[in-house]
DNA sequence: GATGAATGAGTGTTCATTCAT
DNA sequence: CATGAATGAACACTCATTCAT
């Protein structure tokens, strides 16, 4: 019997992910992608209930790299809003290395498909974030506002700025990713 | 493709939309918008070429729409805060009343059609506020730094604080966009 | 606008007739059944919701037709023997020109698709020939008995004398019809 | 092909009967009798060559069991008609107490499978019937007609009789059983 | 001997678009 | 101008069967 194979798997994930920023998630089909992939489209349905499941499952796979990601390295001990800048960073390389996995979560959180995603499972996923800011405001160092609200001022221009399709007008410097750190930073600070 | 009937041409306007939002980007096909717009596949080809003239006008519409809206009733004279303030309620009730043109929009912007956009034409629909935004760096009101920056870290959290479809852990209170409108302006003031 | 041909319809309920008999009810695919009408895939699905609804409504067509021949010329007023010979010898006659319609009905009958049938339906095509057998129960001509068990003497053996596929061992002759008609009434007079 | 393993062979035996009768001919699949029976797809490959073949055999082992049953404690000795009445009372208990065999055998019987059927082999599994129907004739206890006639009006009818799919207007009791056998006997009976 | 992974060919169905009316 | 019938091409998916393990 031959077994299952990671490589793939993994295939399947690259694939899915490129074909999708390529051609789009309206016109993204199984054979493209299976054929993307190097494998049958009928191979697919070995590794994949269907093609939602595996449109869900790229999903879900994007959203735990970011995470892995975004909360590496965090020191504790550090003061706030060195921890902010940490993490704040990550994510803007994470954006700036990745952006076909943002391009593609972007296609999948504006689809039908994201009322079928476990929000709580996502969220489980941001804590320590949460936490964070939280911890913030106690130390009255963040403003006392929503948490989404701080998150929606603080991460989701990153992906923006991050991102040379939507910010095609100019070439984003150093100096620039320092003054956007600045913006976010400043928009929550009390 | 002769314009004769008004009518029609918003009935398939508000049908696209319509659409598209209930069913997804993907699954949305020219006979289900026909018929939620009440006329034949076939009339549709007579106000627009093809499907893609229909979706890239849909988005136009709804750019034009919007421009109209956020700019109205803008007082030049007042200082820039105020201007700023005006521009930002006009956006943030926008989105809270049409949210479908919104969900549109996202599901539009990342998708490959957007590539096709003249982003001159949608640039010079908004260059009020370009300005303004350069008139405030020259005053000395707002940080020095590339506009783009600016829209990015003002704008673009009002599209996921007016989406409940996004932002379901609360409800947008009165006060909330009031104190969310602070972040976007600590955010950008110098 | 072009109008529903309906040659076409027919030609869909031939071809469907054909190729279930040809190549037996598990292999006959949509696309099959299409091309035997000389039409598109695509087409059949103006005239039929489903393939389901193409199978379901040519086995109700057979039925309406059935019913037709076999209640034709039925003077109520002879003997209850004569008016039973005349409707035998219209179903004998019936199946022996049409042992396609035959084939397709018993195929049908032994799918799972028969559930989704109205019975009711049916049996109303046929409650002459139930309201036949009550009078002769109770003019003491026919034996007193379930009315399904003398449909299933009389009636039944027919479909599998004139259906030259079960029944290949020799040639039905006219005489032997008669025979068979006298089996049949033995059977169920009093 | 080797046959190993009675017991899985029987397990396929009785899978093929039961998923047949639950989702019919037309959607029964190798993988899904494969998992009925508890064994692997290329597990069934094993024990016959192909679909083709497991429906076939799955078909000539119901019709020995039938063969089988029918004929057993059958008395030469006794009068004609006592014989029939064992006969026609054993297939009339089989039918009943496997009607899962019987949906099986009608729709095998009118798909193209039955004309590979080596139709000899099954009638010599029944030669005793015949035979005991040419001794009738021979006594003048039945009426001089084709066997395959009598065939059709005794045992044809009990099919529909003891089919609880095709007769559910009425349950039949012992005594209608025993009418139904008068009905029998009375057809053919000289 | 037994297995599940693998696949080319096929399934039923919908698509964007055209065309006769 | 408006329509629904028509279709080739594509869709998501399942099939019977083979093959490496």
Redesign the pocket.
């Not at 019997?1 to 194979?5: A, E, L, P, S």
């Not at 016109?27 to 493209?32: E, P």
């Not at 494998?39 to 191979?43: E, G, L, N, R």
């Given at each position: 019997?031959?077994?299952?194979?990671e490589e793939?798997q993994e295939a399947l994930f690259e694939a899915t992910v490129k074909v999708v920023n390529q051609i789009g998630f309206a016109?993204?089909?199984?054979?493209?992608i299976a054929q993307e992939a190097g494998?049958?489209?009928?191979?697919l349905?070995?590794?994949h209930k269907?093609?939602?499941d595996?449109l869900i499952s790229t999903y879900l796979s994007i959203k735990r790299r970011l995470s892995a990601i975004v909360l590496r390295d965090i020191d504790a001990t550090l003061p706030i809003r060195d921890i902010f800048r940490q993490v704040w960073f990550n994510l803007f390389r994470f954006t700036a290395e990745h952006p076909d996995y943002f391009h593609f979560s972007e296609q999948f959180s504006n689809s039908p498909f994201f009322e079928r995603i476990n929000q709580k499972e996502i969220d489980r996923m941001f804590t320590p974030i949460a936490d964070i800011i939280r911890r913030g405001i106690t130390l009255k160092i963040i403003k006392n506002v929503e948490v989404d609200i701080i998150l929606a001022f603080v991460f989701y221009p990153v992906i923006i700025l991050a991102n040379p399709r939507l910010c095609k007008n100019f070439h984003v410097t150093e100096a620039q990713v320092e003054q956007s750190f600045q913006l976010a930073w400043d928009a929550i600070k009390l």
């Open positions: 019997m031959r077994t299952k194979d793939k016109s993204s089909s199984v054979s493209k494998v049958s489209p009928a191979t349905y070995t590794y269907n093609k939602d595996l």
